[in-house]
Protein backbone atom coordinates (compact mmCIF):
# COMPACT_ATOMS: atom_id res chain seq x y z
CA UNK A 1 0.00 0.00 0.00
CA UNK A 2 1.27 3.14 -0.99
CA UNK A 3 0.25 5.22 2.32
CA UNK A 4 2.45 2.57 4.12
CA UNK A 5 5.45 2.49 2.12
CA UNK A 6 5.77 6.20 2.01
CA UNK A 7 4.44 6.97 5.91
CA UNK A 8 8.24 7.94 6.05
CA UNK A 9 7.96 10.31 3.21
CA UNK A 10 8.74 11.07 0.12
CA UNK A 11 13.15 11.31 -0.01
CA UNK A 12 14.13 9.82 -3.39
CA UNK A 13 12.58 8.76 -6.81
CA UNK A 14 14.35 5.30 -6.09
CA UNK A 15 11.57 4.42 -3.44
CA UNK A 16 9.24 4.54 -6.48
CA UNK A 17 8.08 0.80 -8.42
CA UNK A 18 5.98 0.76 -11.71
CA UNK A 19 3.01 0.41 -9.11
CA UNK A 20 3.52 3.53 -6.86
CA UNK A 21 4.03 5.22 -10.19
CA UNK A 22 1.35 3.89 -11.71
CA UNK A 23 -1.04 4.94 -8.51
CA UNK A 24 0.15 8.08 -7.78
CA UNK A 25 -0.55 9.18 -11.30
CA UNK A 26 -3.92 7.57 -11.60
CA UNK A 27 -4.66 9.68 -7.84
CA UNK A 28 -3.24 13.15 -9.51
CA UNK A 29 -5.81 12.49 -12.83
CA UNK A 30 -8.69 12.13 -10.00
CA UNK A 31 -7.32 15.34 -8.64
CA UNK A 32 -8.08 17.02 -11.61
CA UNK A 33 -11.33 16.29 -11.85
CA UNK A 34 -11.79 16.54 -8.02
CA UNK A 35 -10.91 20.87 -8.09
CA UNK A 36 -11.24 21.67 -4.57
CA UNK A 37 -12.20 19.51 -1.22
CA UNK A 38 -11.58 19.45 2.63
CA UNK A 39 -9.84 15.84 2.95
CA UNK A 40 -7.43 17.69 4.51
CA UNK A 41 -8.97 20.68 7.08
CA UNK A 42 -7.44 20.78 10.12
CA UNK A 43 -3.85 19.58 8.70
CA UNK A 44 -1.16 21.79 8.78
CA UNK A 45 1.75 21.55 6.58
CA UNK A 46 5.50 23.27 6.88
CA UNK A 47 7.56 24.91 3.95
CA UNK A 48 11.17 25.00 5.07
CA UNK A 49 12.69 27.02 2.02
CA UNK A 50 16.56 26.91 2.29
CA UNK A 51 16.83 27.77 -1.63
CA UNK A 52 14.86 29.86 -3.56
CA UNK A 53 11.53 28.36 -5.39
CA UNK A 54 8.49 30.07 -7.28
CA UNK A 55 6.70 26.64 -8.83
CA UNK A 56 7.44 24.01 -6.43
CA UNK A 57 6.63 25.89 -2.73
CA UNK A 58 3.57 27.77 -4.30
CA UNK A 59 2.27 24.55 -5.85
CA UNK A 60 2.86 22.37 -2.65
CA UNK A 61 0.68 25.32 -1.08
CA UNK A 62 -1.56 26.19 -3.15
CA UNK A 63 -2.63 21.96 -3.42
CA UNK A 64 -2.54 22.23 0.65
CA UNK A 65 -4.94 25.21 0.31
CA UNK A 66 -7.11 23.40 -2.32
CA UNK A 67 -7.29 20.54 -0.23
CA UNK A 68 -8.57 22.82 2.74
CA UNK A 69 -5.89 22.62 4.62
CA UNK A 70 -3.05 25.18 6.38
CA UNK A 71 0.33 25.87 5.40
CA UNK A 72 3.37 27.39 7.90
CA UNK A 73 6.63 28.00 6.81
CA UNK A 74 9.79 30.54 5.34
CA UNK A 75 11.50 31.00 1.96
CA UNK A 76 14.25 31.72 3.19
CA UNK A 77 17.32 30.22 5.77
CA UNK A 78 18.21 33.86 6.85
CA UNK A 79 14.82 33.96 8.29
CA UNK A 80 15.00 30.97 10.36
CA UNK A 81 17.29 30.37 13.69
CA UNK A 82 19.40 28.51 11.09
CA UNK A 83 20.77 31.60 10.53
CA UNK A 84 22.17 31.73 14.21
CA UNK A 85 23.55 28.26 13.93
CA UNK A 86 20.75 26.04 14.94
CA UNK A 87 21.31 22.69 13.18
CA UNK A 88 18.92 20.92 10.71
CA UNK A 89 18.06 17.96 12.77
CA UNK A 90 16.82 20.28 15.95
CA UNK A 91 15.00 22.75 13.46
CA UNK A 92 12.78 19.48 12.59
CA UNK A 93 12.31 18.26 15.97
CA UNK A 94 10.94 21.61 16.04
CA UNK A 95 8.53 21.99 13.17
CA UNK A 96 7.45 18.80 13.16
CA UNK A 97 5.47 19.74 16.60
CA UNK A 98 3.73 22.78 14.69
CA UNK A 99 2.78 20.64 11.63
CA UNK A 100 1.82 17.15 9.90
CA UNK A 101 4.43 16.98 7.01
CA UNK A 102 7.46 18.71 6.60
CA UNK A 103 8.61 20.30 2.58
CA UNK A 104 12.20 20.85 2.66
CA UNK A 105 14.12 22.41 -0.15
CA UNK A 106 18.01 22.66 0.91
CA UNK A 107 21.57 22.96 -1.03
CA UNK A 108 22.43 19.92 0.93
CA UNK A 109 22.44 16.47 -0.99
CA UNK A 110 21.62 15.15 2.47
CA UNK A 111 19.75 17.43 4.36
CA UNK A 112 16.23 15.46 3.05
CA UNK A 113 17.14 11.50 4.25
CA UNK A 114 18.93 13.62 7.29
CA UNK A 115 15.37 15.31 7.77
CA UNK A 116 13.91 12.38 7.46
CA UNK A 117 16.03 10.28 10.20
CA UNK A 118 14.93 13.03 12.80
CA UNK A 119 11.24 13.39 12.24
CA UNK A 120 8.06 11.65 13.08
CA UNK A 121 6.13 12.79 10.50
CA UNK A 122 6.28 12.41 6.63
CA UNK A 123 9.06 14.67 5.13
CA UNK A 124 8.52 15.50 1.47
CA UNK A 125 12.52 16.53 -0.54
CA UNK A 126 11.56 19.63 -2.58
CA UNK A 127 14.85 19.66 -3.74
CA UNK A 128 18.35 18.36 -1.97
CA UNK A 129 21.62 20.34 -3.77
CA UNK A 130 22.93 19.02 -7.20
CA UNK A 131 21.01 15.50 -5.98
CA UNK A 132 16.84 14.69 -6.39
CA UNK A 133 14.00 16.78 -6.56
CA UNK A 134 11.18 13.53 -6.52
CA UNK A 135 8.20 15.61 -6.41
CA UNK A 136 9.11 17.52 -9.61
CA UNK A 137 9.92 13.84 -11.77
CA UNK A 138 6.72 12.65 -10.85
CA UNK A 139 4.57 15.76 -11.86
CA UNK A 140 6.41 15.24 -15.13
CA UNK A 141 5.73 11.88 -15.39
CA UNK A 142 1.77 12.83 -15.69
CA UNK A 143 2.71 15.51 -17.67
CA UNK A 144 4.15 13.39 -20.61
CA UNK A 145 0.95 10.59 -19.58
CA UNK A 146 -1.20 12.99 -19.79
CA UNK A 147 0.00 15.38 -23.20
CA UNK A 148 2.19 12.70 -24.87
CA UNK A 149 0.61 9.48 -23.77
CA UNK A 150 2.17 6.18 -22.17
CA UNK A 151 5.44 5.85 -21.64
CA UNK A 152 6.47 2.38 -22.59
CA UNK A 153 8.02 2.90 -25.90
CA UNK A 154 8.79 6.51 -25.82
CA UNK A 155 12.05 8.53 -27.03
CA UNK A 156 12.64 10.93 -24.42
CA UNK A 157 15.68 13.11 -24.70
CA UNK A 158 17.04 14.53 -21.33
CA UNK A 159 18.87 17.37 -22.10
CA UNK A 160 21.39 20.40 -20.25
CA UNK A 161 22.84 20.16 -16.58
CA UNK A 162 22.72 16.49 -16.34
CA UNK A 163 25.42 16.42 -13.84
CA UNK A 164 23.95 19.59 -11.42
CA UNK A 165 20.65 19.36 -12.53
CA UNK A 166 18.31 17.10 -9.41
CA UNK A 167 15.54 17.18 -11.74
CA UNK A 168 17.02 15.28 -14.49
CA UNK A 169 18.63 13.14 -11.55
CA UNK A 170 14.73 12.23 -10.29
CA UNK A 171 13.48 11.70 -13.49
CA UNK A 172 16.14 9.41 -15.45
CA UNK A 173 15.65 7.12 -11.94
CA UNK A 174 11.51 7.04 -12.73
CA UNK A 175 12.17 6.59 -16.37
CA UNK A 176 14.11 3.54 -14.75
CA UNK A 177 10.29 1.65 -14.60
CA UNK A 178 9.30 1.57 -18.05
CA UNK A 179 10.15 0.86 -21.11
CA UNK A 180 11.90 3.96 -22.81
CA UNK A 181 14.79 5.23 -24.94
CA UNK A 182 16.96 7.41 -23.15
CA UNK A 183 18.82 10.15 -24.84
CA UNK A 184 21.80 12.24 -22.41
CA UNK A 185 22.44 15.25 -24.36
CA UNK A 186 24.82 17.69 -22.47
CA UNK A 187 28.22 19.24 -23.27
CA UNK A 188 31.07 16.78 -21.86
CA UNK A 189 31.90 18.88 -18.45
CA UNK A 190 28.10 18.44 -17.67
CA UNK A 191 27.15 14.89 -18.57
CA UNK A 192 25.26 12.34 -16.30
CA UNK A 193 27.01 11.39 -13.23
CA UNK A 194 28.91 7.84 -12.65
CA UNK A 195 26.38 7.33 -10.17
CA UNK A 196 23.12 7.74 -11.99
CA UNK A 197 24.19 5.73 -14.94
CA UNK A 198 25.17 2.97 -12.46
CA UNK A 199 21.83 2.69 -11.56
CA UNK A 200 19.96 3.18 -14.88
CA UNK A 201 22.94 0.35 -16.03
CA UNK A 202 21.46 -1.96 -13.31
CA UNK A 203 18.18 -1.68 -14.36
CA UNK A 204 18.66 -2.30 -17.73
CA UNK A 205 17.94 1.24 -19.23
CA UNK A 206 18.65 1.90 -22.95
CA UNK A 207 20.02 5.29 -22.99
CA UNK A 208 22.48 6.98 -25.34
CA UNK A 209 24.72 9.73 -24.42
CA UNK A 210 25.48 12.97 -27.23
CA UNK A 211 26.30 16.61 -27.35
CA UNK A 212 24.71 17.47 -30.91
CA UNK A 213 20.72 17.25 -30.22
CA UNK A 214 20.12 17.75 -34.11
CA UNK A 215 20.86 14.79 -34.55
CA UNK A 216 17.89 13.38 -33.14
CA UNK A 217 15.35 15.54 -32.99
CA UNK A 218 13.45 14.04 -36.04
CA UNK A 219 12.94 10.67 -33.19
CA UNK A 220 12.26 12.20 -30.44
CA UNK A 221 8.91 12.22 -28.43
CA UNK A 222 9.92 14.18 -25.35
CA UNK A 223 12.51 16.42 -25.19
CA UNK A 224 13.01 18.14 -21.59
CA UNK A 225 15.76 20.78 -21.28
CA UNK A 226 17.23 22.18 -18.50
CA UNK A 227 18.95 25.33 -17.39
CA UNK A 228 22.88 25.15 -16.52
CA UNK A 229 22.65 25.39 -12.50
CA UNK A 230 24.41 28.62 -12.42
CA UNK A 231 24.56 28.26 -8.51
CA UNK A 232 26.63 24.81 -8.33
CA UNK A 233 29.52 25.97 -9.92
CA UNK A 234 32.72 26.25 -8.06
CA UNK A 235 33.93 28.32 -10.69
CA UNK A 236 32.28 31.29 -11.89
CA UNK A 237 34.23 31.67 -15.31
CA UNK A 238 33.53 27.75 -16.37
CA UNK A 239 29.87 29.25 -15.87
CA UNK A 240 30.26 31.52 -18.22
CA UNK A 241 31.42 29.91 -20.28
CA UNK A 242 29.29 27.03 -20.96
CA UNK A 243 25.32 28.78 -19.85
CA UNK A 244 25.09 29.67 -23.48
CA UNK A 245 25.95 26.27 -24.63
CA UNK A 246 22.09 25.18 -26.06
CA UNK A 247 19.66 27.64 -27.28
CA UNK A 248 16.52 25.68 -28.67
CA UNK A 249 15.40 28.04 -31.59
CA UNK A 250 11.90 27.86 -33.08
CA UNK A 251 13.34 26.53 -36.25
CA UNK A 252 14.71 23.52 -34.11
CA UNK A 253 10.95 22.82 -33.96
CA UNK A 254 11.14 22.18 -37.70
CA UNK A 255 12.19 18.60 -37.62
CA UNK A 256 10.00 17.39 -34.76
CA UNK A 257 7.60 14.70 -35.03
CA UNK A 258 4.03 16.13 -34.86
CA UNK A 259 3.38 14.77 -31.27
CA UNK A 260 6.88 15.92 -30.11
CA UNK A 261 6.53 17.72 -27.00
CA UNK A 262 9.38 19.99 -25.22
CA UNK A 263 9.12 20.33 -21.26
CA UNK A 264 11.40 22.43 -18.84
CA UNK A 265 11.29 22.19 -15.37
CA UNK A 266 11.65 26.27 -15.16
CA UNK A 267 13.30 28.59 -14.56
CA UNK A 268 14.43 29.44 -17.90
CA UNK A 269 16.99 31.00 -18.86
CA UNK A 270 18.37 31.31 -22.17
CA UNK A 271 18.59 27.59 -23.26
CA UNK A 272 14.93 27.93 -24.72
CA UNK A 273 14.40 30.75 -27.19
CA UNK A 274 11.04 32.75 -26.06
CA UNK A 275 9.90 32.68 -29.53
CA UNK A 276 9.22 28.64 -28.98
CA UNK A 277 6.68 29.48 -26.21
CA UNK A 278 3.76 29.77 -28.60
CA UNK A 279 3.87 26.69 -30.24
CA UNK A 280 1.76 23.88 -29.11
CA UNK A 281 4.82 21.59 -28.72
CA UNK A 282 6.00 24.03 -25.82
CA UNK A 283 4.18 22.77 -22.91
CA UNK A 284 6.55 24.07 -20.00
CA UNK A 285 3.69 26.21 -18.91
CA UNK A 286 0.88 23.75 -18.87
CA UNK A 287 3.70 21.32 -17.04
CA UNK A 288 3.60 23.75 -14.29
CA UNK A 289 -0.02 23.67 -13.94
CA UNK A 290 0.41 19.57 -12.83
CA UNK A 291 2.33 20.51 -10.20
CA UNK A 292 -1.00 20.84 -8.49
CA UNK A 293 -2.52 17.43 -8.39
CA UNK A 294 0.26 15.57 -8.59
CA UNK A 295 1.14 17.68 -5.25
CA UNK A 296 -2.31 16.83 -4.00
CA UNK A 297 -2.46 13.76 -4.71
CA UNK A 298 1.00 13.11 -2.49
CA UNK A 299 -0.40 15.09 -0.06
CA UNK A 300 -3.52 13.24 0.47
CA UNK A 301 -1.87 10.59 0.28
CA UNK A 302 0.68 11.26 3.04
CA UNK A 303 -1.60 13.15 5.63
CA UNK A 304 -5.01 11.26 5.76
CA UNK A 305 -5.53 8.35 7.65
C1 LIG B 1 14.11 23.12 -10.51
C2 LIG B 1 14.87 22.95 -9.21
O1 LIG B 1 14.71 23.73 -8.28
O2 LIG B 1 15.62 21.99 -9.17
N1 LIG B 1 13.03 23.98 -10.44
C3 LIG B 1 11.82 23.48 -10.04
O3 LIG B 1 11.68 22.99 -8.95
N2 LIG B 1 10.80 23.53 -10.91
C4 LIG B 1 14.96 23.35 -11.69
C5 LIG B 1 16.00 24.44 -11.66
O4 LIG B 1 16.12 25.19 -10.70
O5 LIG B 1 16.72 24.53 -12.65
Known amino acids: MFKEKFSGGIISAKQFDREDIEYIIKKAKEMIELKNSNILQGKILATLFFEPSTRTRLSFE ?94 IGLMGDLKYGRTVHSLSILLSNFNVNVYFISPLELKMRNRDKDFLQQRQVKYKELTDYRKILNILDVLYMTRVQKERFVDSEEYERIKGFYIFQQEDLIQTKNNFRLLHPLPRITEISPDVDNSEKAIYFKQTYYGIPMRKALLAELMTD
Not at 93 to 113: F, M, Q
Not at 126 to 148: C, F, K, M, R, Y
Open 62 to 155: SAMYRLGGSVIGFQSGDVSSIKKGESIADTIRTVENYSDCIVIRHSLEGAAILAAKFAKIPIINAGSGSGEHPTQALLDLLTINEEVGPLDGLN
